[in-house]
Nanobody, 123 residues
Framework: QVQLVESGGGLVQAGGSLRLSCTAS????????TGWFRQAPGEERVFVAA???????FYADSVKGRFTISGDNAKNTVYLQMNSLKPEDTAVYYC?????????????????WGQGTQVTVSS
């Protein structure tokens, strides 16, 4: 079982930046993906970005060019650098892990989740 803890959320003005962190502890398996999802009030949880253990990345179209996902395997931590933030980026951001060699952006394919961190972007 792996535990995931997110941090770094907060309140920022439109155009600003935040960096989220997701630190994993507990049992890990050699091949996995770590993903970021977000959920705004009254909406479904949606995919933001993901990274494989060996560094392959992919993004939702809505954040391409603005968000960057990266990982530090030595620290068991994945980061989400968010630049040029917009009010529509406001949501609770969740970190999740998928133990597979096959990439997915479907939240149902991720078995472990963090508690979430709030990101609020003011206009």
């Amino acid at each position: 079982q792996v535990q995931l803890v997110e941090s770094g959320g907060g309140l920022v003005q439109a155009g600003g930046s935040l960096r989220l962190s997701c630190t994993a502890s507990g049992r890990t398996i050699s091949m996995y993906f770590t993903g970021w999802f977000r959920q705004a009030p009254g909406e479904e949880r949606v995919f933001v970005a993901a990274i494989s253990r060996i560094g392959g990345t992919f993004y939702a179209d809505s954040v391409k060019g603005r968000f960057t996902i990266s990982g530090d395997n030595a620290k068991n931590t994945v980061y989400l650098q968010m630049n040029s933030l917009k009010p529509e980026d406001t949501a609770v951001y969740y970190c999740a892990r998928r133990y597979s060699s096959i990439a997915s952006s479907n939240s149902a394919d991720f078995g472990s989740w963090g508690q979430g961190t709030q990101v609020t972007v003011s206009s």
